[in-house]
């Protein structure tokens, strides 16, 4: 009887020494983590940074005055305006297509009434 009681005694306090053992693992690696954590969150403050220099670096590149000044170098003197017969417009809405036309021929082109079709729906 004296065995079988020892025996259980070992095997619970093997049993509690393994759960122990994790949940300290455990606890060093979220130690671990949270050291890490302020470097990382320097560096994402940093490329954060990074990225709203470039950004305004964009914006000054696309910026009409600065694309003027370039246009007037003399490397990008070979350059020129298009004239407004060479510039060409696609639309990809048909109505407006249809109103700059009536526009453009100033008449009247009669105006065909529209078809719906559909289901209607009783409350």
Do not use: W
């Not at 890490?36 to 470039?54: F, I």
């Not at 600065?66 to 990809?92: C, D, G, Q, W």
């Amino acid at each position: 009887m004296k065995k079988f009681l020892i025996v259980k005694v070992l095997i619970c306090a093997s049993s509690f020494g393994g759960v122990l053992y994790a949940y300290l693992e455990q606890q060093n690696d979220l130690t671990k983590l949270r050291i890490g954590l302020p470097e990382l969150a320097k560096e994402v403050r940093v490329l954060s940074e990074e990225n709203t220099r470039l950004q305004y670096e964009i914006e000054q590149f696309e910026n009409p005055k600065y694309l003027m000044a370039l246009a007037k170098r003399p490397e990008f003197s070979h350059l020129k305006h298009p004239v407004a017969s060479e510039i060409l417009v696609i639309n990809t809405n048909p109505e407006i297509e249809f109103k700059q036309e009536i526009e453009k021929n100033n008449s009247q082109i009669p105006i065909l009434p529209r078809i719906l079709m559909g289901a209607k729906i009783s409350q």
